[in-house]
């Protein structure tokens, strides 16, 4: 790792000895403790790990929805602990798109208005929102029920339309937490298909969080597992 | 985030719960109703009371008298002044003077003779006195029988009903439309040389018994004249006259018409004894624009030389009343804003607790905590805005209802109704303004509680 040559590109997102403590009782918990990762541009990662592993944890650090206790989160040669919180969320809308197990849609607003939502905090023109949010929603192949409401989606349909939302500032990163989690297999399957063909064709690093090697083995090139906070081992995949 | 977004977002988030934030800008709007029917009522009231000053004639006018006159009526005055004798007399070009002060409308002599009005034969003694036009204001007129003067120096006469009363007893409304002869005394002047023969006297001359060192024999003549003059109406009570005792005038000419008969007056002998022949006044009433404008007039003729007078004072205490009034009314009409105040606390609180996920998604993707801090302030400035709207139209109807309550209850009196609510334009930006204000201060708690949130926290998977 140390001896990477410097005509290379510079990795999308790198940690260094990260730490994320929370105080229990008397005591801590070190959701993370002393993790040190390097995730190279364009890259599908996934973050493996038993429940309370640190998962989540790892990903909104690299999200900036969190701060490390200690250590470094580096993107693009910028520490996200030295950030302000305005830096941060500025970090978060323009170069980060989130997926979450819960879909986490806002349920009284349209489809169209759940991916124009990111779109209103970057202060992206009114007369350029319509466009790319079409856009988006047909990179995840959606182009009906558009004036519907979340609840009105099959749990595929209602991760498809966050996946849009996620891609309406055009991140470089995504970041996904269980996106398989709320859906039955088939369903899934077809969501991570669809999600390393945007990694292929956009060029996003993606990260993702499961407890399903078998999954992540199929469409990740490299798995990362966590235990106890703490990075266990990694695996490169051909 | 962009302006319109902000509110675009916050009036949605308002229609999301449509009841809780529909009663809580209702309360709102109550407050600002009580508010604003308060403050107008302390509007209405005020207004009532100067217009009902301003009717008298009182508050936007200074009496002017020489310092030779009247001595001992203002003890303090007269010591300053240490010879009384070489004080300006309101002559001619005094007058001149103060009709182009700033914001002198009118300077009227008080005019003040006494004459008799022949009618059917008969003799009436009474004190003959000028009127200007702008006297058609004064609160006297508001129950004229018959009509004002047709002008400045019509050959007209009104006069006071019980001197009508005097000359037809049985029904003085007749004289309206009569004609009547005015006898008065007319001030001559004589030629320095002249030696005032074959001329029936009234009223002294320094004439021959002058010693006068200087030569200075100049004087005037009193010459019994007549003048026809039409009755066009009667009043009940002397216009300006609520400071008078002595010498009630009860026959009113027009002001100008009472100048050019050159009537002789008791200013006259005077200043025929001090000599120097000029016509001289006794009292000049100086109308002011505006009562707040009096204090200012009257220090500028002070100066000149003259003594003043006028009813300051009582307007200062009026307005020191008008603005405790004002207060506590604007106090009690507060109290219903700060209940509502509260609501609203209490419905944004509510509204961050319930949308906890929901601004942990808006940070989670791209919300700043400033974004959310807004997006809650302007939902609370939206509520103080249609509550402010709503309060108004409640106010306006409550107004409305004291209006004609009072009216109502006057009529029975057999008063003439009166607006004792007033509603100014001000009033209605400015209720807006505090409603919008106070809702912002209230959302402060609740904003920055929400900003505060932790997206981490909220966006938890249970
Ligand atoms: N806010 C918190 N306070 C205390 N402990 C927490 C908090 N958030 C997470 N943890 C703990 O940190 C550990 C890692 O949690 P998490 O990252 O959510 O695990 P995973 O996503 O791998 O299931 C768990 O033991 C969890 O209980
Ligand atoms: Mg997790």
């Known amino acids: ?238 | 985030m962009k302006g319109y977004d902000l509110f675009e977002l916050a009036v949605r988030n308002l229609r999301q719960s449509k009841l809780r934030n529909g009663l809580t800008t209702v309360g709102i709007s109550v407050g600002v109703a009580s508010l604003v029917a308060m403050l107008s009522l302390g509007v209405g009231l005020q207004q009532l009371a100067t217009r009902r000053l301003a009717g008298s004639g009182m508050f936007d006018t200074v009496f002017v008298t020489s310092k030779q006159d009247f001595r001992g009526f203002d003890r303090e005055d007269d010591q300053k002044t240490e010879h009384p004798e070489n004080a300006p007399v309101l002559d001619e070009p005094a007058r001149d003077a103060m009709t182009h002060l700033q914001y002198v409308t009118e300077v009227e002599p008080e005019i003040r003779v006494m004459g008799e009005i022949v009618s059917g034969g008969q003799t009436h003694f009474g004190f003959v006195t000028g009127l200007p036009m702008s006297a058609r204001e004064n609160e006297a007129f508001d129950n004229l029988q018959g009509k004002f003067f047709s002008g400045p120096s019509a050959e007209e006469v009104i006069l006071l009903n019980d001197f009508a009363k005097e000359i037809d007893p049985k029904d003085p409304k007749e004289l309206i439309g009569q004609e009547v002869t005015l006898r008065y005394g007319e001030r001559q002047a004589l030629a320095p040389d002249s030696e005032s023969a074959g001329r029936p006297q009234l009223a002294g001359t320094p004439g021959g018994g002058s010693n006068s060192a200087s030569g200075d024999d100049f004087g005037f003549s009193v010459v019994r004249k007549t003048q026809k003059l039409k009755v066009v109406g009667i009043i009940e009570e002397e216009p300006y006259g609520g400071m008078r005792t002595v010498s009630r005038g009860r026959i009113f000419l027009p002001v100008d018409l009472t100048e050019k008969l050159n009537m002789a007056q008791f200013t006259d002998m005077r200043s025929s004894l001090r000599g120097g022949g000029g016509k001289t006044y006794m009292t000049l009433t100086v109308r002011v624009k505006d009562p707040g404008k009096v204090a200012q007039v009257q220090d500028a003729i002070n100066k000149m030389g003259f003594r003043t007078f006028s009813v300051l004072d009582a307007t200062k205490s009026l307005r020191r009343f008008f603005t405790v009034l004002d207060l506590f009314l604007g106090i009690f009409g507060s109290l219903a804003l700060a209940v509502a105040t509260l609501a609203i606390i209490n419905t944004l609180v509510m509204a961050v607790l319930e949308r906890r996920r929901e601004i942990g998604v808006m940070k989670a993707i791209g919300a700043s905590d400033r974004d959310v801090k807004r997006l809650f302030f302007a939902e609370a400035g939206a509520m103080g805005f249609f509550g402010g709207v709503l309060g108004i139209a409640l106010g306006f109807a409550i107004g409305k209802a004291i209006n004609v309550g009072t009216g109502i209850y006057l009529h029975r009196h057999q008063l003439p109704s009166e607006a004792v609510w007033i509603l100014p334009p001000w009033l209605i930006g400015a209720a807006i303004a505090f409603s919008i204000v106070v809702s912002l201060l209230a959302g402060l708690y609740p904003a920055s509680r929400a900003a505060k949130l932790d997206p981490v926290q909220t966006l938890k998977y249970e």
């Not at chain 1, 429940?51 to 200690?70: H, I």
């Open chain 1, 1 to 238: 790792m140390d001896s990477v040559p410097s005509s290379r590109v510079p990795p999308a997102v790198q940690t260094a000895n990260v730490c994320r403590y929370y105080p229990m009782g008397g005591g801590i918990i070190r959701a993370v403790d002393g993790i040190s990762l390097t995730i190279e541009r364009g890259e599908f990662v996934a973050l493996l790990g038993q429940s309370g592993s640190g998962k989540s944890t790892l990903l909104n650090l690299l999200a900036g929805l969190d701060r490390p206790s200690s250590g470094s989160v580096t993107v693009q040669g910028r520490d996200l602990a030295k950030m302000s919180s305005e830096e941060l969320a500025a970090y978060r809308r323009n170069d980060v798109g989130m997926v979450f197990q819960a879909f986490h849609l806002i349920p009284s607003m349209t489809i169209t208005e759940n991916v124009e939502l990111p779109m209103r905090f970057a202060e992206v023109d009114r007369a350029e929102r319509g466009q790319r949010v079409r856009e988006s929603l047909e990179q995840v192949g959606l182009g009906k029920r558009l004036e519907h409401r979340p609840s009105e989606l099959s749990g595929g349909e209602q991760q498809r339309v966050s996946l849009a939302r996620a891609l309406a500032n055009r991140p470089s990163l995504l970041l996904a937490d269980e996106p398989t989690g709320n859906l039955d297999s088939r369903t899934g399957e077809d969501i991570l298909n669809l999600i390393r063909d945007l990694s292929l064709s956009l060029g996003m690093t993606v990260v993702m969080v499961t407890h399903e090697r078998a999954l992540a083995e199929r469409f990740a090139q490299r798995l990362v597992f966590l235990g106890d906070g703490k990075l266990l081992s990694q695996e490169a995949l051909a």
